[in-house]
């Protein structure tokens, strides 16, 4: 049996809530508790940056895929497992979502909006069965889940939309849900 590799995308920033950095730390161990490999953007910065030295410390293997531009503004982290260079942003998201089993989405911003969406539309679109999850720290994702219930109830999508996306509270929410789709 391979191993199973988890998504986790967040932001390169720290935000200014310690409870976000916490909820990284312990995604990133837990990660190695269950024998999962952390898939992310690979920078040593932000959230990213914490969630993959807590998974290393703790012995995960550790997947990164930074596209070249980003390699000095989020201080590419070069201790990686893997450590994967492209050329784009799209292609760094592709082999991200290639190399993992399931989805989890921290607090971030725009790039973390973008890579949520774009794996939300590929399960409306029927492109894949992975989990999602939108660990929603300190109820940072609230206005997110108000917006996307908007959009439904003004018709732009079925209420469907909802059922791709399993909104956690924290981590440690997150890895017992994981445990359940990864098992």
């Not at 108000?146 to 996306?165: E, M, N, P, R, W």
Request: with cysteine.
């Amino acid at each position: 049996m391979s191993t199973k590799s988890v998504c986790v995308y967040c932001g390169s920033r720290a935000g200014v809530d310690p409870a976000y950095a916490a909820d990284a730390q312990n995604i990133g161990s837990a990660l190695a508790e269950n024998g999962w490999r952390l898939v992310y953007g690979a920078g040593d910065v932000g959230l990213m940056g914490t969630v993959a030295r807590a998974a290393q410390d703790a012995g995960a293997e550790t997947f990164g895929v930074i596209p070249q531009h980003l390699v000095d503004w989020e201080v590419g982290k070069t201790d990686l497992t893997t450590y994967i260079v492209t050329e784009t942003m799209h292609e760094r998201k592709k082999v991200m979502f290639m190399n993992c089993d399931a989805v989890v989405v921290m607090p971030g911003g725009a790039g973390s909006l973008d890579e949520l969406f774009e794996v939300v539309t590929w399960r409306q679109l029927g492109l894949h069965e992975k989990p999602i999850y939108l660990l929603n720290t300190k109820d940072y994702w609230d206005p997110l889940i108000l917006l996307i219930k908007h959009v439904i109830t003004q018709g732009f999508a079925d209420a469907s939309l909802l059922d791709y996306i399993t909104v956690v509270p924290d981590a440690a929410a997150t890895t017992l849900a994981l445990r359940d789709a990864l098992s």
